[in-house]
């Protein structure tokens, strides 16, 4: 479940089931960069083909990154440097404020048990599949 908002697309989870949620055992799903980095870019290859868009949406990062590093990643963006870009993004910016979202918002977050894919064929997904439902049926015996 992520952190920032009880919609999943046009839909509003119910506040009694947040809440629980929220309460809840966390398993903490961590991947490394080098995947994160490669998904990204599959999922977000438009911004690969266009430099100057993805420039443009890094422009609301100004106050909050500052100046300097925005401008920074435009010019790695306009030179190619688009891998080291989203890695940058996600170490500096990302991955902190989901941090701090998922301790604010999730109380049993520092208890996470973390989880880490193999990689993304598909059978290491079924076998993350397989842990992830494997944990989440402890959790219910737990409970």
């Given amino acids: 479940m ?4 009880r919609k999943v697309g046009n839909v ?19 991947a490394d960069h080098t995947q994160r980095v490669a998904l990204l870019m599959e999922d977000y290859a438009y911004f690969a ?14 106050e909050l990154r500052g100046k300097a590093v925005v401008a920074a990643w ?9 891998e080291a870009v989203v890695q940058d993004l996600l170490v500096r910016h990302y991955d902190p404020g989901y941090l701090q979202s998922m301790q ?29 439902l494997e944990h989440a049926g ?3 015996r737990r409970a």
Avoid at 19 to 26: F, V
Avoid at 106 to 124: I, Y
């Fill in 104 to 132: 604010r918002n999730f109380l049993q977050f520092g208890n996470a048990q973390v989880l880490v894919p193999g990689g993304r064929s598909p059978e290491e997904m079924d076998a993350l599949a397989l842990n992830l």
């Fill in 12 to 30: 509003a989870v119910p506040i009694g089931l947040m809440d629980a949620l929220r309460q809840g055992s966390c398993l903490n799903l961590v």
């Fill in 49 to 62: 083909r266009d430099a100057e868009a993805f420039c443009q949406r890094l422009d609301v990062l100004s």
């Fill in 74 to 82: 435009k010019t790695s963006l306009r030179l190619g440097h688009i």
């Fill in 2 to 5: 992520e952190s920032e908002s």
């Fill in 138 to 140: 402890q959790a219910v």
